[in-house]
C-alpha cells in the first residue's frame, strides 16, 4: 500500500516581493486537489538560518581548497 500525501512546500531560489507572488498562488490553486496556498514572509530566523548555511559550505569548501598539510616543503 502507497502512503498518502497531504501536503507539499515549495521553495523559491531567492525571497520574491510578496506583491509578487499572487501569480504563483493562482497557478497552485489551479492543481486539482489543493486546498489552500499561503505565503510565507521571510523573517530573522530565516536570515539567520541562510547565513549560517552559508558559512558553513564555505568553511567546507575552503578546507577542500586549500587543505592544512602535516608536513612542509623545502625547495
Given at each position: 500500500?502507497?502512503?498518502?500525501?497531504?501536503?507539499?512546500?515549495?521553495?523559491?531560489?531567492?525571497?520574491?516581493?510578496?506583491?509578487?507572488?499572487?501569480?504563483?498562488?493562482?497557478?497552485?490553486?489551479?492543481?486539482?486537489?489543493v486546498?489552500?496556498?499561503?505565503?510565507?514572509?521571510?523573517?530573522?530566523?530565516?536570515?539567520?538560518?541562510?547565513?549560517?548555511?552559508?558559512?558553513?559550505?564555505?568553511?567546507?569548501?575552503?578546507?577542500?581548497?586549500?587543505?592544512?598539510?602535516?608536513?612542509?616543503?623545502?625547495?
Open positions: 500500500m502507497t502512503d498518502k500525501v497531504h501536503s507539499l512546500t515549495v521553495v523559491f531560489e531567492e525571497d520574491i516581493r510578496e506583491d509578487s507572488c499572487g501569480q504563483f498562488i493562482t497557478a497552485i490553486m489551479m492543481f486539482k486537489n486546498l489552500s496556498v499561503r505565503p510565507n514572509v521571510s523573517d530573522v530566523s530565516s536570515y539567520i538560518a541562510e547565513a549560517r548555511a552559508k558559512a558553513e559550505i564555505a568553511r567546507k569548501l575552503f578546507k577542500v581548497v586549500y587543505p592544512i598539510s602535516g608536513t612542509v616543503e623545502l625547495k
